[in-house]
C-alpha cells in the first residue's frame, strides 16, 4: 500500500516541475564524498542523491557510514574530498545554519531540543524574530499550529519539553525543521525511539511530505520499515555504497546481504526452558523517576531459573526505573524486591548474585579511561587473587584478562588496550564477561544490543542465552521486539510504569506487544502467566 | 523592644540596603550561569568593582556634584567588573578551562590586586570618606509610615536595584536574547545548530555579569560607608551563589532570597549591639549558615541550567 502511494507523489512531483521526467530534476547529489578519521574510512566515493518528492532509504549496519554522510550534509563534518550538489548547483556547507539556510532539515536520533524550553521556543530558537529582540511568539504560534494540524504532526507548543513523551518530541523536531522551510529532510533513525503504531503514524507524515514535493532521506537499519516506506534504497557497508535500487526491486535477501555481506538471523536455537525456583520476585513495586513522577506503578514480576523473561516497550515507560530498583540503585517507594529472598540493597555487593548490564555502557558500565583488565576486574578487584592486604596483584588481573578475552572472544589489540578504543560490541562482551565472571544467580540486562551491529547483536544475545542455559534467570530489557522474541521464554510489556501483560514469545503474537506498548490492556489467554 | 515601629524601620531600611548589593550581583550571576558559565569569581569581581568606585571617587574629588562623582564611579566600577569577567570569559569559554579553578583564580587575583593598589594609593592606615550615591527621598511615598523610609528614602542605587531584577526577567523571558541565553546553558549544541554562536552568548552573559558585580562593588562602598577596605566584600559573592540556587535562576526570585539575607545581615548588626551575652561572631555567621542553610534546602528541588559548568565543545569525530 505503501508504495502506491508513494508512485503517486512522485508524479505529482513531476507535475510540479517543468523538466522533463527523463533527466529528473534532482534536489540532491553528494558526489564521491569520501571522509577518513586517521586510518579509518568512514566514507569512500560515496554518491548519493536524492529527487524531490522521494524517500530515499539510507540502509547500513552501524558504523558503515550513513551518520557521516548525513553529518557531512548537515555541515557538522566536512568531507576531505567530493562535491555536494544542490538544485544542481555546486555548495559548500560548512555548518548546520548554512544547511538549514540550503533548506536542509535535519531530525538527529539524539533530539536537538532545549529541554527546559517550551516547544514552541524550541521552534523559535535563532530564527528571527518579527519585532527584534522582543521575543514575539504570537505570529510563530499560529504558523507553528497551522504547519502541525496540515502535516498531522499534534504538539502542544506550551509544554517544555521534558514533558513531552519521545515521540512528540520527534514531531516537533520535525515541525522545527519544516518552520525553517525544510526541503530536503533528514531522518536519523527515527523509528528506534517508537512504538508500532506511531512508526505507522510517522510513515504516513513522510509520504506526506513528500507528496509535497520535499525530499526525504531516510536512515535504518530495518529491512521492514524500509521496505514498508521508502521509494529507493542506498546501501553502505564500510563505507562504500554497495547498491542503490528501486524498493520495489528489493527484497530483504538481497538488501541483508548487501548490508552485512553474508545472511544474518535471529530465529530461536533453544526451546524455551521450563523454569522453577523464583530468582527474582517484584510484588507491588513502585517508585519514583528522577523527576519525582511516579516512575513504577503496582509492577509484580517474577523470574524463575534457567528462564528469559523479556521487556518489551517503548524506551521511558519505567524500564529504567525497573532495572535501577531491582538493582538496589534507586528507593522504591512501595512493594517488595527479593532476590532470591534478599533485599535488593547490596545486591551488587554480593559474591554471585547480581550481574547487571546497565543502559548506558560508556556511563555506567564501563570507565572508558581504564584498560581492558581494569575494567574486567571492576567488582572484583578487592577481592582475591586480584588484590590482598589491599594492594593490587596485577599479575593475577592481567592473566585473568587474558582467559577472558579468549573465553569471550573480546577483539582488541590486548589487556592493556583502553575500553574506549573498543567497538561497542566489544565494549559490550566486557562488561557481559565481568558481570557473569561469578554466575550469578540473576543476570538483568538494559538494552545490552542499543548500538551494535548485526554480528555483534547475535554474539551478544548469545552469551545472554549461554547464562540462562547455565540455569541463571534473566530479566532482558529492550526497545528490539525481534530480539526479544528471538530469546526470551516469556515477554512482558511496560507501558506508562506497568506491566501491560504478558505473551509467549510466539511470533503471530506480535500484534498484542504492540497494542500494549500503546498502554491498551489486552486479555492474554491462559499461558505467559507468571507475572501475576 | 525589638518590635517598635522606630526599630523595624531602621532594621528594614538596613536590610534594603544590604541587599542591594547582592540583588545587582545576583541578576548578573543569574545571565552567566543560564547561559552556562558558573562564576564562583563573582566575589572577587566585587572587590574589584568596590574598589575602582571608591577610588575614581577619590580622584574626582569635590570637582564635580557627587551625583555625577557617583554616576561616573558606577561607570568605572562596572568596567573593572567586565574587564576582569573578559579574563574569565576568555579563560572558560575560549580556553575552556575549568571555570571552578578560574574563578577561585580571579578571587585570588582581585584579593591581591585590591589590596596592593590601596595601600599605594591610602597607605598602611588610611581610608578616606569619599562622595557616594546621593541619598534620595521619594516625596509623598517616603512620607508612609513605617514602610516609606524603608522604602522610598533610600540611597540612589538601591532605587536602581529596585528595577534591575524586573528588567533582568524581562529580557530573559521575553526577548531572543534571553531566550538564546537560557538554550546556551541548557544545551548549547542548540543553539550551535540553530546557526548562532555558543560563545559570543557566553562571553556576552559572563561580561554583563562581570559589570554588575562590579556595579554591586560600587553599591556596596558608595552606598553608606563611603571608604575601601581591602576585602571588604567579607564572602558576599558566595551568597550571591547561594542566593542563585535559591532563586531557581529566576532574577526576581533570588532578587527575594537577597533580601533576606540582607535582612539577616541588618538583624545581626543590631543583634550585636543588644549586648545579649552571647560572643558577636555567632551574629556575624547568621546571614552566611542562612545562606547553607537555604541552600541546601532548594537543592535537588531546584534544576540548574543542565549543561551549567560545562564548556561547549562541536563534536570532533
Redesign the interface.
Known amino acids: 500500500m505503501g508504495r502506491i502511494g508513494c508512485r503517486g507523489n512522485q508524479e505529482k512531483a513531476g507535475v510540479g516541475s517543468t523538466d522533463q521526467q527523463s533527466s529528473a530534476p534532482e534536489l540532491l547529489r553528494m558526489e564521491r564524498i569520501t571522509k577518513r ?1 586517521g586510518d579509518l574510512v568512514a566514507n569512500d566515493e560515496v554518491t548519493f542523491e536524492v529527487l524531490p518528492g522521494e524517500i530515499h532509504a539510507l540502509l547500513g549496519e552501524n558504523g558503515a557510514g550513513k551518520s557521516t554522510l548525513m553529518k557531512i550534509l548537515y555541515g ?1 563534518q566536512q568531507p576531505d574530498s567530493g562535491q555536494i550538489n544542490l538544485d544542481r548547483r555546486p555548495v559548500t556547507i560548512r ?3 548554512e544547511a ?2 540550503l533548506g536542509i532539515g535535519m531530525v538527529h536520533q539524539k533530539f ?6 517550551t516547544a514552541l ?2 521552534v ?6 518579527p519585532r ?4 514575539e511568539l504570537r505570529d510563530p504560534r499560529r504558523r507553528l499550529m497551522k504547519l502541525a494540524e496540515e502535516h498531522e504532526l499534534a504538539i502542544d507548543p506550551d509544554v517544555p519539553v521534558w514533558q513531552l513523551s519521545v515521540g512528540a518530541q520527534q514531531r516537533l523536531e520535525i515541525l522545527k525543521a519544516l518552520y525553517r522551510g525544510a526541503r530536503l529532510l533528514i531522518l536519523d533513525e527515527p523509528t528506534a525511539v517508537l512504538a508500532p503504531v506511531e512508526v505507522g503514524q510517522l510513515f504516513r507524515v513522510m509520504r506526506l511530505l513528500a507528496a509535497e514535493g520535499r525530499g526525504i532521506v531516510f536512515i535504518s537499519h530495518k529491512l521492514s520499515e524500509v521496505k514498508a516506506v521508502s521509494d529507493r534504497i542506498t546501501v553502505l557497508r564500510l563505507g562504500r555504497v554497495t547498491g542503490s535500487l528501486p524498493t520495489a526491486a528489493a527484497s530483504p535477501s538481497i538488501l541483508s546481504s548487501m548490508m552485512v555481506g553474508r545472511d544474518v538471523s535471529l530465529e530461536r536455537v533453544s526451546p524455551p526452558v521450563q523454569g522453577d525456583a523464583p530468582i527474582l520476585e517484584l510484588q507491588d513495586v513502585s517508585c519514583l523517576t528522577d523527576r519525582r513522577t511516579p516512575g513504577l506503578d503496582s509492577v509484580s514480576l517474577t523470574v524463575r531459573r534457567g528462564e528469559i523473561v523479556g521487556v518489551a516497550g517503548v524506551d521511558g515507560n519505567g524500564q529504567r526505573e525497573l532495572v535501577e530498583c531491582i538493582a538496589g540503585l534507586r528507593p522504591i517507594t512501595g512493594g517488595r524486591i527479593a532476590i532470591q529472598g534478599r533485599p535488593p540493597k547490596g545486591a551488587l555487593r554480593t559474591i554471585g548474585l547480581l550481574g547487571l548490564i546497565p543502559e548506558d555502557r560508556h556511563e555506567q558500565g564501563l570507565v572508558g579511561d581504564f584498560d581492558v583488565a581494569e575494567n574486567l576486574v571492576l567488582r572484583a578487584y578487592g577481592r582475591r587473587p586480584f588484590s590482598a592486604f589491599g594492594f593490587l596483584r596485577w599479575n593475577h588481573i592481567r592473566s585473568h584478562a587474558v582467559e577472558q578475552i579468549d573465553a569471550y572472544d573480546i577483539r582488541c589489540p590486548g589487556p592493556e588496550t583502553k575500553v574506549h578504543h573498543l567497538s561497542g560490541g566489544n565494549q559490550q562482551k566486557v562488561i557481559v564477561a565481568r558481570e557473569t565472571q561469578e554466575d550469578p544467580a540473576l543476570l538483568v540486562a538494559a538494552q545490552p544490543t542499543r548500538g551494535l551491529d548485526v554480528g555483534a547483536v547475535e554474539s551478544v544475545l548469545n552469551l545472554i542465552r549461554g547464562q540462562r542455559d547455565r540455569g541463571a534467570a534473566v530479566l532482558l530489557v529492550s526497545t528490539e521486539l525481534p530480539e526479544l522474541f528471538a530469546v526470551s521464554d516469556r515477554v512482558v510489556v511496560m507501558h506508562a510504569g506497568q506491566i501491560m501483560g504478558a505473551v509467549p514469545p510466539d511470533p503471530t503474537r506480535l500484534g498484542e506487544v504492540g497494542e500494549m506498548m500503546m498502554g491498551h490492556t489486552i486479555q492474554v489467554a491462559g499461558d505467559g502467566g507468571t507475572a501475576a | 523592644m525589638p518590635l517598635d515601629p522606630a526599630f523595624i524601620t531602621d532594621w528594614g531600611s538596613a536590610g534594603i540596603r544590604l541587599a542591594t548589593p547582592l540583588i545587582l550581583a545576583t541578576v548578573g550571576g543569574v545571565f552567566a550561569e543560564r547561559s552556562g558559565v558558573f562564576n564562583i569569581g563573582i566575589e572577587g569581581m566585587m572587590l574589584v568593582g568596590a574598589f575602582t568606585a571608591v577610588a575614581t571617587s577619590y580622584y574626582l574629588g569635590a570637582s564635580a556634584d557627587p551625583a555625577v562623582i557617583s554616576l561616573l564611579a558606577a561607570i568605572a566600577a562596572m568596567l573593572a567588573g567586565g574587564g576582569i569577567a573578559f579574563i574569565h570569559a576568555f579563560l572558560t569559554v575560549t580556553r575552556r578551562v575549568d571555570q571552578i579553578i578560574t574563578g577561585a583564580a580571579i578571587n585570588i587575583l582581585a584579593l591581591g590586586l585590591t589590596n596592593t593598589l590601596f595601600r599605594a594609593i591610602w597607605g598602611e592606615t588610611g581610608r578616606e570618606r569619599v562622595a557616594g550615591f546621593p541619598e534620595v527621598r521619594v516625596p509623598v511615598l517616603a512620607d508612609i509610615p513605617v514602610v516609606g523610609p524603608i522604602l522610598f528614602q533610600q540611597s540612589l542605587i538601591v532605587f536602581v536595584a529596585y528595577f534591575i531584577p524586573i528588567i533582568a526577567a524581562f529580557v530573559l ?8 541565553i ?2 546556551g546553558g ?2 548549547p ?8 554562536s555558543v560563545t559570543r552568548v557566553r562571553y556576552a552573559a559572563v561580561l554583563f555579569g562581570g559589570a554588575m558585580a562590579g556595579l554591586a562593588g560600587a553599591a556596596l562602598a558608595l552606598g553608606a560607608v563611603r571608604y575601601f577596605t581591602p576585602g571588604m566584600t567579607a564572602g558576599r559573592g558566595f551568597i550571591v551563589l547561594g542566593a542563585i540556587v535559591v532563586g531557581r535562576w529566576h532574577p526576581m526570585i533570588a532578587a527575594g532570597a537577597c533580601l533576606l539575607f540582607g535582612a539577616a545581615d541588618a538583624f545581626q548588626l543590631r543583634a550585636q549591639a543588644l549586648n545579649l551575652g552571647i560572643p558577636y561572631q555567632f551574629f556575624i555567621m547568621l546571614p552566611y549558615v542562612l545562606a547553607v542553610a537555604a541552600v541546601a534546602g532548594a537543592i535537588g528541588r531546584a ?1 540548574p ?2 549543561q551549567l559548568g560545562r564548556p561547549y565543545r ?2 570532533a ?1
Open positions: 578519521f557538522l555548518s548546520p545554519h538549514v539556510s536537538m531540543l532545549v529541554p527546559n524550553l521556543e524550541n523559535v530558537l535563532g530564527v528571527s524574530s527584534p529582540p522582543l521575543l | 523571558f521575553r526577548t531572543t536574547w534571553g531566550l538564546t537560557r538554550a541548557d544545551f549544541l542548540a543553539v550551535d545548530t540553530a546557526g548562532l534544576s541550567p543542565q562541536r563534536e569525530g
